[in-house]
Structures are given as structure tokens and as C-alpha cells.
């Protein structure tokens, strides 16, 4: 039961953490040094990278979080295991747009960690369609 399990405390974590970013997004927009600047830039450039890192984080965090709760409920199978890793891979996507942002990485890791989650979601529609109901 680790898979559904570990999926859901990941997608926790990773909720809290970008919650936390959301708010530095705010002060930066709200109260920080410059802000004005910040806002004139809003829609732009790193600004708008860095409000798409904190939209995808939130929304694969809960993604993770519905997938251990379907992965607890379906029955135990090598498919399962998969999709939990192809689900936790999927969370690469919003911090690869947070590494091109701050470290200039290459955006393999959002394309990676977006393809995952998609692989991921449509392999869980399979499993959940074929999960045994009749109980």
C-alpha cells in the first residue's frame, strides 16, 4: 500500500510548499521593495514563468493526492506501482519551470514531468475502468 500512500503524502508536501510560494508571489507583488516594477512586469518574462510554476505545482500536488486515493482502492498490481512513480514523476513539471527561472535549466524537466502526469492519468482512467465494482 506504500504506492497510494506515498502519492498522497508527497502531493501534501508538495501542496504546503507551493502555498508557501504563493505567498512570496503576493509579497513580491504586494509589499516588497520595488513592487511596482513587479507589477508592470506581471504578465511577462519570469513573472508569468513563476505564477505557472505555482498554478502546476498546486494543481499536480492535488493530482497526486486523488491519485493515492484511487491507487488505495484499486487492487494490487505492477500497473500500480507505475503510476504512482509516472504521478510523483509528473511533480518534475513545475519545478523544472522553477529551475529554468532561477538556475536557467534546460526545460527537459517540465516536458518530462508533464508527459508523466499525462501517461499517468490516462493509465489510471484504464485501471479504474477495469477496477472490479461488483463487491
Known amino acids: 500500500m506504500l504506492t497510494g500512500k506515498l502519492n498522497i503524502a508527497s502531493g501534501f508536501l508538495f501542496l504546503t510548499l507551493f502555498m508557501l510560494y504563493g505567498f512570496l508571489l503576493i509579497y513580491l507583488r504586494d509589499f516588497a521593495p520595488g513592487k511596482e516594477q513587479w507589477i508592470a512586469d506581471y504578465s511577462v518574462g519570469k513573472h508569468f514563468e513563476s505564477r505557472l510554476a505555482h498554478a502546476h505545482g498546486n494543481l499536480f500536488a492535488l493530482l497526486n493526492i486523488a491519485v493515492g ?5 484499486l487492487p494490487m498490481s505492477a500497473s500500480r506501482a507505475w503510476i504512482s512513480g509516472l504521478a510523483l514523476a509528473g511533480m518534475l513539471m513545475p519545478v523544472g519551470i522553477l529551475a529554468e527561472l532561477v538556475l536557467g535549466a534546460p526545460p527537459i524537466f517540465v516536458l518530462t514531468g508533464g508527459a508523466s502526469m499525462v501517461v499517468a492519468m490516462g493509465w489510471l ?5 477495469r477496477m472490479d465494482t461488483s463487491v
Open 69 to 73: 486515493l484511487v491507487l488505495l482502492r
Open 125 to 129: 482512467a484504464v485501471a479504474s475502468w
